[in-house]
């Protein structure tokens, strides 16, 4: 069975950074893209970032320069590491994974697999 879990979501201060987890079961973190997404209070699910299976990875340009996706094969788990964070990057964070596209779609429907979200807040 399929199960995406997200962790690390949390309330901090402006230029702070924040590591939010995804640990996945039911399938290897290696075989499929997989992204993260993120959705502020009364806006649409936005694409943050994408990992291919060679472990090359895609951004947003809101997002260039402060933010990592990686896997960890070890523990099958995808990372999102947060540097530099702003207000603007409050919002539900989602890690996703899509059976369906061999490349990094940034559209959320294009994603079969979802997690429950984690919280990220950035305030003074």
């Known amino acids: 069975q399929v199960a995406l879990v997200e962790s690390g979501g949390t309330s901090v201060q402006p230029g702070e950074s924040l590591r939010l987890s995804c640990a996945v079961s039911?399938?290897?973190?290696?075989?499929?893209?997989m992204g993260w997404f993120r959705q502020a209070a009364g806006k649409q699910r936005e694409w943050v970032s994408c990992?291919?299976?060679?472990?090359?990875?895609t951004y947003v340009d809101s997002v260039k320069g402060r933010f990592t996706i990686s896997k960890d094969y070890d523990k099958n788990i995808l990372v999102l590491q947060m540097n530099s964070l702003k207000p603007g990057d409050t919002a539900m964070y989602y890690c996703?994974?899509?059976?369906?596209?061999?490349?990094?779609?940034?559209?959320?429907?294009?994603?079969?697999?979802w997690g429950q979200g984690t919280q990220v807040i950035v305030s003074s």
């Open positions: 996703s994974a899509t059976t369906r596209r061999t490349y990094c779609d940034t559209r959320a429907g294009s994603y079969d697999h």
């Open positions: 039911g399938f290897s973190v290696s075989a499929y893209y």
């Open positions: 990992v291919r299976p060679d472990g090359s990875t």
